[in-house]
């Protein structure tokens, strides 16, 4: 798209406020044009559910990779700026056609604040990065039919997984884990060992755990641990967008305090390709042991089965070992401590589906604790199952940083490394 082509667009769009250049003139601070990007591939998407997580962290991983890609293409500066903002354009109009008008009239806006003098030359490697990737990852099994594939549960037996109530819906991301990873060559060195047998120390101490803090009506559960369980009941994407963008944020206008926009641009790519390869690994578990969930363990199970039992909130429907939540937490801890450092300041979240409800953290390892007691307080998962998960999520997302490394050496995945 030509520089006259993206002002045509806005002029006829009406949303050409929807990133309008600031009107406070010379004294106005600088806009961010990683921000404004990163802002924008989470309002495209959106509130998402389980079924769909997947899907969209794999579109913010292609428009970043691509955007990673077209900063190397060009000069740096506000030249690299304005590739960055077409790469994510692209790649989202791209998955999400119907926000093209908005998206237009943003790129538009970016490109009348930016001053650059090869425009045409930028908006086009950007452009062309994300189709090379979106044409790379074609057919990777990561769209929404193939994860949310049909799948048959088996006959009920204890420890099997079944549909649970109240709804019995049919199971989701059953074919999540037969996705094409992003980093790793395979999950299968990555799968975990099978559940605790029943019976078993861990699993009588988890049952009993879930069984009285996990339940609707429980009287053990503290105001603070349902505050931390209705706060991450929303999906994992969705509720690490606004720590990641803590990572990626500027920390001050000192030149020292400001990352090279490539190291940020590469932070998000390789987060949430990372995440990706993590879930992939999770699911194939999933699929594979088929442990069934503490709502059905605890009303059908031989251990003082009470069939009105009922959790905090409605059970995913998806097998129970490993967790989907704290394994997505344990890659993201690993990817941010690893490419990030720790937090350089306390920082504050908010809730898509608590919106009442505001966490304030200080370290990454936080929001992994916080993951694993939450699905333990909701009722959703047995207590093992989440430490396994955040396990499994840090080994998947090291395995897919190391592999990223290597290929630096031969073949570079991305285009070029990010260290220094």
Known sequence: MSRRTVLATVAGAGAAAVLSPSSAGAAAPRADTLLEWYD???????????????????????????????????????????????AVHQTLIGTNPAAAPALDAALAATLARLSVRRADWAVAAGADAARAVLAERAGDGLDLASVNRPFTPPAAAPGVWQPTPPAFAAAVQAGQGDGRPFLVRSVEPLQPGPPPALGSAVYLRDLAESRAVGALDSAVRTPQQLAVARFWSQT??????????????????????????????????????????????TYQAKYRHLFWRPVTAI??????????????????????????????????QAVLEALAGP?????????????DVTLTYRRWSELTRDNIDARVWEGVHFRN????????????ALAALASWRKGLTRTPRFGFSVAG
């Open 40 to 86: 924008l591939n989470a309002s495209t998407i959106g509130v998402i559910t389980g079924p769909q997580q997947v899907t969209n962290s794999r579109t913010w991983a292609i428009a970043w990779i691509a955007a990673w890609r077209a900063v190397a293409a060009v000069r740096p500066g506000a030249e690299a700026e304005l590739a960055l903002a077409a």
């Open 236 to 281: 994992s994407l969705n509720g690490f967008t606004g720590a990641l963008r803590t990572a990626v944020a500027p920390h001050g206008s000192h030149a020292a305090d400001r990352r090279p926009l490539v190291h940020r641009i590469a932070l998000v790519a390789l987060f949430h390709a990372a995440t990706i390869d993590a879930q992939i690994t």
């Open 299 to 332: 009303r059908t199970g031989s251990v003082a089965a009470d069939p009105s039992w009922t959790p905090l909130i409605a059970t995913p429907a998806h097998p129970e070992y490993p967790s989907g939540h704290t394994t997505y937490a344990g890659a993201a």
């Open 343 to 355: 937090p350089r300041a306390a920082f504050s979240l908010t809730s898509v589906v608590a919106t």
């Open 385 to 396: 199952t989440d430490e396994l998960g955040a396990a499994v999520g840090r080994r998947a």
